[in-house]
């Protein structure tokens, strides 16, 4: 363990010298990704497994939000509901969205991680 609460190490190098990722050096902007880890010797950026487990809940939570979101929506329409559930339904699929980015730019990563092995 060390400070921070950063219980892990580079999976490049091993090295436990690690440091939250700048804005700009992930590839992603999004909520989640503020978890990514750079590693201080060799410059890795990695996402750690939390970031996986936090694009699962947005998936989980998000996809079904949206879903009853929406038809509560377009079942009456009327200029007072979309007030209400129009950012709501917005936020929702915003959030299952980031969940799949998420998701696929891990499984890229392990594809490249075992390809280069
Ligand atoms: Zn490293």
Do not use: D
Not at 4 to 29: D, M
Not at 66 to 72: D, L
Request: aromatic share 10%.
């Amino acid at each position: 363990m060390t400070k921070h609460g950063l219980p892990r190490t580079c999976p490049h190098c091993g090295s436990s010298e690690l440091r939250f990722a700048r804005k700009g050096e992930f590839p992603l902007h999004y909520i989640v990704l503020r978890k990514f880890l750079a590693c201080k010797t060799c410059g890795n950026v990695f996402q750690p497994s939390s970031a996986l487990t936090s694009a699962l809940l947005l998936i989980l939570l998000g996809g079904p939000a949206s879903v009853g979101i929406a038809a509560t929506l377009f079942s009456r329409p009327s200029p007072l509901k979309v007030a209400i559930y129009g950012p709501a339904l917005l936020f929702s699929v915003a959030m299952f969205y980031e969940g799949c980015r998420v998701l696929m730019y891990w499984r890229g990563r392990r594809r490249q991680e075992r390809e280069t092995r």
